[in-house]
């Protein structure tokens, strides 16, 4: 499949043509975040967002030009969006240790009124959950009620770990939007 093509088919939606994207650019991105942030988990959580991101907004992508120039824009400036955060967390921190503050050291263990509420709340995602595609219902059951690794999901679906981080992306922004929309 050339590029053009595969990416005239995501614009259609083709799951292929997702995959095929993906693996043919995951390397340049990851490879562009591992020097810009010298972690491996945050380059890989900053590369599976830009491919998100990517294929929700393909219908923007512009044929003038590259694709993988268009990538690695979004990945940069999802990392300089991060920083920003970062560094607002940070000072807002430094403004709220003030060493004159007592601590007090709460009770945490559950109620039986937050039980109820914890049950309820339970419910209504797993209704919520319900209401996603087949595919992206099996790959949130199995990393967060089974709590299975990213490998052992790629195993259990016989799909690359880069496929299965990026569509339980997906599925996360899909459940957020529907819980929202409530």
Known sequence: MEIEEAIDKAKKNDQK????????YWEDVYGFQLKRIGNENDAE???????????DKIHTYNSDYVFKTWLITISKNLHIDLLRKEKTAFSQRILSD????INQILDESPSPEDKIITDQNLAKLLR?????????QEVIN???????????ISEELKEPINNVKVKLLRAKKLLSAIIQNE
């Open 45 to 55: 959580d900053v590369t599976i967002q830009t491919f998100s991101k990517a294929f």
């Open 142 to 152: 199995l990393r967060y009620f089974q709590e299975l690794s990213y490998k052992e």
């Open 17 to 24: 043509a997702f995959n095929f994207l993906l693996d043919t």
């Open 98 to 101: 003030d060493s004159d503050t």
């Open 128 to 136: 919520d959950i319900k209401k996603l595609k087949p595919h992206y």
